[in-house]
């Protein structure tokens, strides 16, 4: 007990004192989730628009994959990716390994089937006849598609939180190919490795605090789009 009561006050001096080390650490995972999250934003929102619009051979198994890839692994990307930056990689020569770019690649990996996978379950459980309505008033094709987007915006920017509710808590990818640099690729969860490791239990239970705070506020944010969405 006097272990956790000396870790938890120590835990709040870095808190409301913002220590360099701890803001330099949350600063890095915010950055890197917030990236890897917008590319994911970018390329899975109109590929799962894509999917739940059309009808092609192999539809059925492309979901599959997608709701499988879901649960991912975190340190299987970071294996993969990390085969592909190391110096006998594939992508070796680009000098990516142990930077935050490797970091924002994997979790896009990570994050890309979520947002895509949420985005069709949303696009698909519209109402069909939003978009034939929009045609029937004289709205073209693409203004009907518009719309239907508009209804679906609720259930795409929950995806979109839910992506990065699971990069932002996610510890193998960040440690595989951010190798855990002290002001550049630390992030919470390696950080909160390492001071365990070592010891510092007040600088890891800030941390989770910190970690802890943002999947309330993530989860809260899910909630509430969930119930505006139709």
């Known amino acids: 007990m006097d272990m956790l009561s000396e870790g938890l006050s120590g835990a709040l001096r870095l808190l409301l004192g913002f220590d360099p080390d701890f803001t330099a650490i949350v600063a890095v995972s915010v950055l890197v989730a917030f990236t890897s999250t917008s590319l994911a934003a970018l390329t899975a929102v109109p590929v799962g628009v894509l999917i739940a619009q059309r ?5 059925g198994g492309v979901i599959a ?10 340190v299987v990307v970071g294996l993969l990716v990390y085969s592909m930056l190391s110096r006998n990689g594939l992508f070796g ?16 990996i990570l994050a890309f089937p979520i947002v895509a996978a949420l985005t069709v379950a949303t696009m698909e459980g519209l109402d069909t006849r939003v978009h034939s ?13 518009l719309r239907l987007l508009s209804e679906a915006r609720f259930g795409i920017v929950a995806a979109v939180v839910a992506g ?3 990069v932002f808590a996610e510890v193998g990818v960040s440690m595989m190919l951010g190798g855990n640099i002290k002001t550049y690729t630390r ?12 010891g510092e239990f007040a600088l890891g239970l800030a941390l989770g605090i910190v ?3 943002v999947a309330l506020l993530v989860n809260i944010l899910l909630a509430l ?3 505006r969405t139709p």
């Open 55 to 59: 009808r092609f051979p192999g539809r």
């Open 65 to 74: 994959v997608l709701n499988t890839l879901m649960s991912l692994p975190t």
């Open 93 to 108: 020569s680009l000098g990516l390994l142990y930077t935050r770019t490797a970091m924002v690649i994997g979790q896009w």
């Open 133 to 145: 309505t929009a045609i029937s008033l004289g709205a073209s094709p693409m203004q009907a598609f």
């Open 164 to 166: 990065f509710g699971r």
């Open 187 to 198: 992030s919470i969860t390696t950080a909160i490795a390492l001071e365990t490791n070592r």
């Open 211 to 213: 970690l802890l705070t």
């Open 225 to 227: 789009l969930k119930r």
